[in-house]
């Protein structure tokens, strides 16, 4: 059984009866591995549809949440359960728990650090005072608004109040977390949070490949939230001086919140400082002051490294990339999805109004980026594989759009496989109106094809 | 992908029951078995397979039982219906499995467990008629039809399925208006089956329950009994899990009695 990925968070959804007989046959060693290399925040276990579990049952799923952990920091646990599963798993665990668990998979989400839906307002209820504080932190740090109540009869009473709260959590809890830098998105900033001491892990944990495709769309601003950071050594060192000299090329700022030097020697800020990364003592010294965040870069997504262009290798494979998409439509529709027209340009779309957009990057031995653009309307035929329901909820339509093109770079990812051509590929980004998408690509020339499925006509670009 | 002119295709090429097949399930309606048996030895396959069925462990028999007669004395009327329409599913099984590690044996062992756990169900129920012990026979054929629709896109089916959690049920309810269960409850007409037993099998996926109370509580048996044989480890193994959404909600009020019955501890 393979876990399905999305937002970060991959899980596995096991169906039926689990007991020590049938669980080891859920995952095999190469089930195992597969997921350890996952670039994920999350690995979960869904119980929604397990009726019948006990301790042998879930036992094979602590084995993959240890080796996950080991390999790549990333939480792990369980989610989508009732009460009554929630108080087994505590009773068959009690003190070993360092798993999580998430009463459902759109709570977890909210702790994912690659969830970019922030600014929820969360209430929060647990039985255990810590849990509530741990939960609070972990949200906040988010970027979202914890609300606890103290008191079940409290719980009870705001939990009532129907659209009060974009989320309610209770039946949840924080196992050991996952060790992978956080990172939020505020408006055009980056803001990665950081905590304890900073040694030669921070390689590790730190997601440079989300780093670099953040540089490639045009991010310019990264704040490291480093309020909770006791020291540093000099690998810590070396490793955000690289940072900042590869920001440099990109014309990109990094800064550094609330960073206390008490415990760090002063010549690793001058040797930091003198790498170009400023120093604040609190987030608002930069959010708050719009002259600021405009001369950091932050006000502007464009992309000012030198502008790259379409390479003769990209061209040769550009039949590949339109076979992914078109193969993909086809798919998805059931119809015959057609080429119309193909030229290298800057992006054109005649008519902005009612259209989105989404992206996916792909680097390795080839880099690029993919962009789908479509009417709102037709994105929705598009997809009605994936959404399965009729509806106009522009979240979910963007949200399975980021599915669809995902699909695409998976299929690129094949199709570029077979030709020996190693690509992996980046989290799709979704635009729910073209200036946004038009901020990040600018004037970048790619190949523009319009095409087409049912007469409903759509637009693909490949640019670098 | 999927089109409803490759469904239909494949409804048009399921062939009608064989003579033989069709003479011993009329012989077995009037409660004829000893000539019903031996109409069923006419047809060798047949006779091969209710050895090969019958002897398995979970049948419990300590010897071998050989003779066609003597199987059909041991099952009863509704057993032995019940086993021919067994057959006539295997009929549309494919030699080579692709899309689920399958073979005859292990798809004959998945048969053989949903026809005993089935009887027993029954028992407990108080519903011994043969058309209602028989409904289970065509149960397995959603697989069988998820294997035939499926097994040439495999690789889409894994790239889709990688980026969304979904059944092969929904994924031809959504491309094709049409589910595994639509598609089954069709063999069964082609089949001549009583009409029952299309419309238990058609309840059973927990997707379209039925207005008569009565065959919708044999639909939430046999769907909970499916799913506790498709966590076994050589059906998840098989990549059974999951080729189709199980409906917890659906069963929530048997589950009790079925863990009881299934001595689930």
Known sequence: ?464 | MITKDKIDEFIEKIPPAPKALRETLALLNSGELIKASKVAQTDLALAKYLKSLVNKPIYGFSHEVKDISQIFGILGVSGSQQTVYNYMTTLLSPSKWLLFKLNAKTFYELQARLSKRWELILKHLGKEDKNTASSIALLPASIIVAEALFCQRIEDVKLLRSAKNLDYNTILIRLCGMGLFDICEQIAVKWEMPKEIGEIIQASSGLKPSSNEEINLLAKWMHLLLFYELSQPLFVEAGLNDFLDFQVDFIGDIYDDFATLMEIE
């Open chain 1, 1 to 464: 059984m393979r876990a399905v990925v999305k937002n970060g968070v991959g899980v596995f959804t096991p169906q039926g009866f689990l007991d020590g007989n049938s669980s080891s046959a859920f995952l095999s060693i190469e089930d195992i591995e597969a997921t350890t290399a996952l670039d994920v925040d999350m690995i979960l276990v869904s119980l929604k549809r397990v009726v019948f579990f006990n301790k042998n049952g879930l036992d094979i799923f602590m084995k993959l949440f240890s080796k996950v952990r080991q390999k790549n920091h990333a939480t792990v646990g369980f989610c989508d359960y009732d009460e009554k599963k929630y108080k087994a798993i505590n009773v068959f665990y009690q003190d070993k728990m360092y798993f999580s668990l998430y009463k459902t998979i759109d709570i977890a989400y909210l702790f994912s650090s690659s969830f970019q839906k922030q600014n929820k307002n969360v209430l929060i209820y647990s039985d255990d005072k810590s849990q509530r504080s741990a939960m609070a932190i972990e949200l906040h740090d988010n970027g979202h608004n914890p609300i606890i109540a103290q008191t079940k009869q409290e719980f009870r009473e705001k939990s009532s109040n129907k659209g009060a709260y974009d989320a309610v959590i209770d039946l949840t809890y924080l196992g050991q977390m996952g060790q992978k830098i956080a990172t939020r998105v505020t408006g055009n900033a980056i803001i990665y949070s950081i905590s304890s001491f900073l040694d030669a892990e921070i390689s590790s944990k730190f997601n440079i490949q989300y780093h670099n495709n953040s540089l490639n769309v045009g991010f310019r601003l990264f704040i490291f939230d480093a309020y909770k950071v006791i020291s540093m050594n000099v690998h810590a060192l070396n490793f955000f001086s690289k940072l900042a000299s590869s920001a440099a090329e990109y014309n990109a700022n990094i800064c550094f919140v609330g960073m206390d030097f008490e415990k760090t020697t002063d010549t690793f800020k001058e040797t930091l400082e003198d790498a170009g990364i400023l120093f604040y003592d609190q987030m608002d010294d930069i959010l708050k002051n719009k002259k600021l965040l405009k001369e950091l870069g932050a006000s502007s997504a464009a992309n000012t490294k030198t502008k790259r262009v379409i390479n003769k290798q990209t061209v040769t494979e550009l039949p590949r990339f339109i076979d992914a998409t078109v193969v993909t439509i086809e798919m998805m529709t059931n119809s015959k999805a057609i080429k119309q027209s193909a030229e290298v340009q800057t992006i054109t779309i005649k008519d902005k109004a009612d259209k989105i957009a989404s992206s996916i990057g792909y680097y390795g031995d080839l880099d690029g980026m993919v962009i789908l653009v479509f009417p709102k309307a037709i994105a929705k035929k598009a997809c009605e594989l994936l959404i399965g329901e009729n509806t106009n909820d522009i979240e979910l339509i963007l949200d399975t759009l980021a599915e669809l093109v995902n699909i695409v770079g998976g299929r690129i990812k094949t199709l570029l496989s077979d030709q020996n051509i190693s690509v992996d590929i980046t989290l799709p980004r979704t635009y729910s109106n073209i200036d946004s998408l038009l901020e990040v690509i600018q004037d970048r020339k790619g190949v523009q094809v319009e095409l087409s499925f049912n007469d409903d006509k759509f637009l693909f670009f490949l640019t670098r």
